[in-house]
């Protein structure tokens, strides 16, 4: 490579350099472009005194270190906006996982928003914003309670909670009285639906389905045995994995038409149920990595996502063993939940602030990198309906949608 030759006019000093763009910005190897300082190599009859020598050199070494290409500019501090989705600020601590949120149908601006660490918040602007509301009925007793999940049907709602806990409204949440429960209920109540008037059905995480239509007085079993039970009379009949210590639940949702999938809580297999049906149906699953999470799409069918950051879909509607993998940009980081806006719209999000968004019905998936920089894990997504939905993770951090 020839050399350039730059000759100051301070008494004569020339500096030979060997041009190298990229040593400017990254280190190159020895083949590319040389390691060495650049050579002074002062005239004969230069006079120049040591300091004077050092000064200039200073002075051009800084005059070279300015951008090559336009104008040097400041560095941005300021976080890029999420494409979608705005992050909301939240009256809580930090270390808060939300876990539901639900709003009242008859007024679609006031919902509620919980979490762990008894986190129980309310808005009435479509969750612009969000204020701190007690129950008194649930501060009776020394416990932090960590409410589960949520539903309204009309302006009836409900609450579980852990340790066990079950809450009723039936004025849109302007006030809440505590159901008693049985201190043999099967388990730890993780999802409640509100089905009608007075009405409500209640999943417990050993698979114990009660149903009530008297404000929760009085509950049904709608299944004739706990998922361990289940187990044990089926575990030979062929399901991997399945033993008396997996007979509890990583995840539980529910379909529009009142069907269930369950992961097991070791994720080697997976359970279903449809009403009418007296027994949990546990199935095989057709991947090789474990199940993080399972649900349904708008369509009627099912998607699966495994450990690692793998999506996968069903083939065809219902209840199904058959499966495909869907190729999606999460950067290694496990996807922990899917929500569908539309048959053909659907968000999923994950660790690491991972959010990806489909508008074919899941076939192909673009993350939004605009929110790579959201620190935190996201667990759920909740589409209230086309116009409204959220984001919810750890660290007290909700997302709400503005597309």
Same mark, same amino acid.
């Given at each position: 490579?020839?050399?350039?030759?730059?000759?100051?006019?301070?008494?004569?000093?020339?500096?030979?350099?060997?041009? !190298?763009?990229?040593?400017?910005?990254?280190?190159?190897?020895?083949?590319? !472009?040389?390691?060495?300082?650049?050579?002074?190599?002062?005239?004969?009859?230069?006079?120049?005194?040591?300091?004077?020598?050092?000064?200039?050199?200073?002075?051009?070494?800084?005059?070279?270190?300015?951008?090559?290409?336009?104008?040097?500019?400041?560095?941005?501090?300021?976080?890029?906006?999420?494409?979608?989705?705005?992050?909301?600020?939240?009256?809580?601590?930090?270390?808060?996982?939300?876990?539901?949120?639900?709003?009242?149908?008859?007024?679609?601006?006031?919902?509620?928003?919980?979490?762990?660490?008894?986190?129980?918040?309310?808005?009435?602007?479509?969750?612009?914003?969000?204020?701190?509301?007690?129950?008194?009925?649930?501060?009776?007793?020394?416990?932090?309670?960590?409410?589960?999940?949520?539903?309204?049907?009309?302006?009836?709602?409900?609450?579980?909670?852990?340790?066990?806990?079950?809450?009723?409204?039936?004025?849109?949440?302007?006030?809440?009285?505590?159901?008693?429960?049985?201190?043999?209920?099967?388990?730890?109540?993780?999802?409640?639906?509100?089905?009608?008037?007075?009405?409500?059905?209640?999943?417990?995480?050993?698979?114990?389905?009660?149903?009530?239509?008297?404000?929760?007085?009085?509950?049904?079993?709608?299944?004739?045995?706990?998922?361990?039970?289940?187990?044990?009379?089926?575990?030979?009949?062929?399901?991997?994995?399945?033993?008396?210590?997996?007979?509890?639940?990583?995840?539980?949702?529910?379909?529009?038409?009142?069907?269930?999938?369950?992961?097991?809580?070791?994720?080697?297999?997976?359970?279903?149920?449809?009403?009418?049906?007296?027994?949990?149906?546990?199935?095989?699953?057709?991947?090789?990595?474990?199940?993080?999470?399972?649900?349904?799409?708008?369509?009627?069918?099912?998607?699966?996502?495994?450990?690692?950051?793998?999506?996968?879909?069903?083939?065809?509607?219902?209840?199904?063993?058959?499966?495909?993998?869907?190729?999606?940009?999460?950067?290694?980081?496990?996807?922990?939940?899917?929500?569908?806006?539309?048959?053909?719209?659907?968000?999923?999000?994950?660790?690491?602030?991972?959010?990806?968004?489909?508008?074919?019905?899941?076939?192909?998936?673009?993350?939004?990198?605009?929110?790579?920089?959201?620190?935190?894990?996201?667990?759920?997504?909740?589409?209230?309906?086309?116009?409204?939905?959220?984001?919810?993770?750890?660290?007290?951090?909700?997302?709400?949608?503005?597309?």
């Amino acid at each position: 490579m020839a050399t350039l030759q730059l000759t100051t006019d301070f008494s004569k000093t020339m500096i030979l350099l060997k041009p !190298c763009l990229t040593s400017l910005f990254v280190s190159t190897p020895r083949r590319h !472009c040389p390691t060495s300082l650049p050579r002074l190599v002062p005239r004969a009859s230069s006079s120049l005194s040591r300091r004077q020598l050092v000064s200039e050199t200073a002075a051009l070494s800084l005059a070279l270190t300015v951008p090559l290409f336009g104008s040097a500019q400041p560095a941005r501090s300021e976080e890029p906006a999420l494409s979608e989705w705005e992050k909301v600020s939240l009256p809580i601590d930090p270390g808060v996982v939300l876990l539901d949120i639900a709003f009242v149908p008859d007024d679609p601006k006031h919902g509620f928003l919980l979490g762990t660490r008894q986190t129980l918040l309310e808005t009435k602007d479509g969750g612009q914003t969000w204020a701190p509301r007690s129950i008194p009925a649930a501060e009776d007793e020394d416990f932090n309670y960590r409410f589960n999940a949520i539903s309204f049907k009309g302006k009836e709602g409900w609450i579980v909670g852990k340790p066990a806990i079950l809450l009723h409204t039936s004025d849109a949440g302007d006030s809440w009285e505590r159901i008693p429960l049985s201190a043999q209920l099967p388990g730890d109540m993780v999802y409640i639906k509100a089905t009608g008037e007075k009405s409500a059905e209640m999943v417990t995480d050993e698979g114990a389905i009660y149903v009530t239509s008297n404000r929760g007085y009085n509950w049904r079993a709608a299944v004739q045995e706990t998922v361990s039970a289940t187990l044990n009379r089926t575990v030979s009949s062929g399901i991997s994995g399945a033993s008396y210590y997996t007979g509890t639940f990583n995840s539980v949702n529910r379909s529009p038409d009142g069907s269930y999938v369950a992961v097991s809580s070791r994720g080697n297999f997976y359970l279903t149920w449809e009403p009418g049906q007296p027994f949990w149906q546990p199935h095989n699953r057709s991947v090789a990595r474990r199940i993080q999470n399972m649900g349904w799409r708008a369509d009627g069918g099912l998607w699966l996502l495994v450990r690692g950051g793998g999506l996968f879909l069903s083939r065809g509607t219902g209840i199904t063993e058959e499966f495909e993998e869907v190729p999606v940009q999460s950067r290694g980081f496990g996807i922990l939940d899917v929500g569908y806006r539309s048959k053909e719209e659907a968000w999923a999000a994950g660790g690491s602030g991972i959010l990806l968004r489909t508008t074919n019905g899941g076939k192909t998936w673009v993350r939004d990198k605009a929110a790579d920089n959201i620190a935190a894990n996201l667990y759920s997504v909740k589409f209230i309906d086309d116009n409204q939905g959220f984001v919810l993770g750890n660290d007290g951090v909700l997302l709400r949608y503005l597309g």
